[in-house]
Structure formats: C-alpha cells, structure tokens
C-alpha cells in the first residue's frame, strides 16, 4: 500500500516535517504554492524523488469553479506530479465540475489525480478514471464502517489512532484492500499538522 501524506505545515513551523529521507516511500500533499517557501521545499522533494501533488480544496462543490481551475492552474510549472482535489463532492449533481477539474489538471500535465471526498461517492465519480479516497475519519469510525460502498484500491486516511492500535489499523486497512492512504496516532483539530509520530512508510528499495 501507498502513504499518502497530506503535510499541512508550514515549512518554516517544523523543518523537520520536510526532510526528504523522513518522507521517501510516500507521496506527500503540499498546501500553498503561492508561498516561496513552498516552492523550495516542493523543489527539494521532487530532487529525491519523493512524488508530490499539489492541495485543491472543492469544498464540496460550494467553490465557483474559477477559482478551482485557478488553483489547479496555479500549480504548473511547480515539482508536482499531479493534485489532491480535497473536499470533493460526493453526489451526481456535482460530478461536472468535478471533471471539469479533472480535466483541467490532465491537460497541464498534472497526470496524477485524486479525489478526496473522504466517504463513498455516487457510482459516476468512478468513470472519471482518477483514484478516490473513500474513507477520512478517526479510528472509531473506520472500525465501524463496512466498508460499503468503497472499492479495491480506494485510499483511506484514518487518524487518531492510538498508538498500540497502529498495527491493527493497518491491517484493517490492507484487509479492506485499501491501495493507498494512511494510518496516524495524530488527531482533531490538526491530525495532518506534520509528520506523525510513528509514520507507516515502506523502506525504499536500495
């Protein structure tokens, strides 16, 4: 399984968060792009080969799509391999800009896509051909969830996980088929305030 680490700290807060060899094995998530900070660490990352995608916040489709397409654009000519589009809608209405989105990023070369809505989504998200995170919650909720409605590969994001309980978690998720995701001890109100205190990240190849 893939870690998807969405790392929503600023670089100037906790350098440490940012350093290369603590994040190989996973693919990071970087908020603010406009930052020259950012820019740096974005840079330093995808020199060590560390696979980055750039935050698009949906909000649930409450966002003029303008301002979507803005982001999504303002992530050209940046390291990232393609963008996180966060806050996703879940219902048919919405799957039009969705795709909008979509499409927008695949055509700046933006190839790498996921979708964020962090529960399952009407069946037509499916066609968009993008990966989808179908879980985000604390550790209670993923144990209780069937798993309805997700699907083999889906990315999961669960958080507040205690510490003795990190193992459990993960093979739940590798039970669940999950392609991608994460698993954390850290919690509300900033479960991805920074690296975690035990991050799951496989040991690269030498």
């Known amino acids: ?13 906790d350098p440490a968060a940012w350093e290369p060899d603590r994040l190989r094995g996973a693919t990071v998530v970087v908020d603010g792009h406009d930052a020259p900070a950012y820019r ?6 995808a020199a060590a080969g560390v696979p980055v995608l750039g935050y698009v916040d949906l909000a649930r489709a409450a ?7 803005a982001d999504v654009d303002g992530w050209t000519g940046h390291p990232v391999a393609g963008v ?3 806050r996703t809608p879940t219902g048919p209405a919405a799957v039009g800009p969705v795709a909008l ?3 927008a990023a695949r055509r700046a070369g933006l ?7 962090g529960a399952p989504t009407d069946p037509l998200y499916r066609r968009l051909g993008v990966a989808i995170c179908t879980f985000e919650g604390g550790w209670p909720d993923y144990r ?3 798993g309805a409605g997700g699907e083999l590969g889906d990315g999961h994001l669960v958080h507040s996980v205690p510490p003795a309980q990190l193992a459990a978690a993960r093979r739940l998720m590798d039970w669940r088929g999950a392609g991608f995701g994460l698993v954390t001890d850290r919690g509300l109100p900033h479960p991805y305030g920074g690296l975690p205190s035990r991050l799951d ?5 030498r």
């Open 40 to 45: 740096r660490v974005t840079a330093r990352l």
């Open 84 to 86: 996180f589009l966060d």
């Open 101 to 103: 989105a979509v499409r």
């Open 144 to 146: 209780r969830w069937t």
């Open 63 to 69: 966002r003029p799509l303008a301002d979507v397409l």
């Open 1 to 13: 399984m893939t870690v998807l680490l969405p790392l929503y700290v600023h670089p100037a807060v």
């Open 201 to 205: 990240v496989p040991t690269p190849a």
């Open 111 to 117: 190839t790498e896509v996921v979708l964020n809505p």
